[in-house]
């Protein structure tokens, strides 16, 4: 990988994973509950086709947001401690750069090459695993959420140093995520 877009956006998105696994799930289970109830309207909606592919579609969803955790996962754990620890306090846990410099004893300075440092040991590791930009870019196609978040970050959109750290990236994800299941549960 040439640069750290996927990187960060993993990262980034690493912790909504869960939730929106447990939201596909409960649309799978309401989508089947309510293709019993027919009427005149809804008959095309409920037919067994129409549901069993919707079913489908959101259980490949459900597969991909499940491998792609472990991705993550395996790409941490392959990277020295100090280096996934850095990663996962800024991107998954949220916290603020200043306050995970304080706790490593490091200027802020120092803190902001390491967090580029060890981004650039994650993304070594997702190619040593299999896991190239084209390979993500094919295996996420269908999450449009996440791959909303990516091409903010490849049109630096944000100003990625203190994306992590700001409202801006969690709210961004969150928007993302909530027009995609207004999309899905609409099937």
Sequence with gaps: MENNNWSRTLLGVYRYLPRVTYALDKIVKTRAYNSSYMSLNNIAFNNVMNVANT????TERKVTLINLKLIIEKALRSMDAKSARILILKFIDGK??????DSFK???????????SALDSFTKAL???????DKLQEMLKNEKWIIETYNKYSKNVFNTENFADSYELHSQIKNNIIMEFKKVSTF
Excluded: H, M, P, Q
């Design 127 to 133: 190619s040593r695993i299999g896991y190239t930009e």
């Design 96 to 101: 603020k750069s200043a306050e995970i410099a």
């Design 55 to 58: 079913i489908l579609d959101l």
């Design 106 to 116: 490091i200027c802020l300075r120092t803190f902001f090459r390491k967090v580029n």
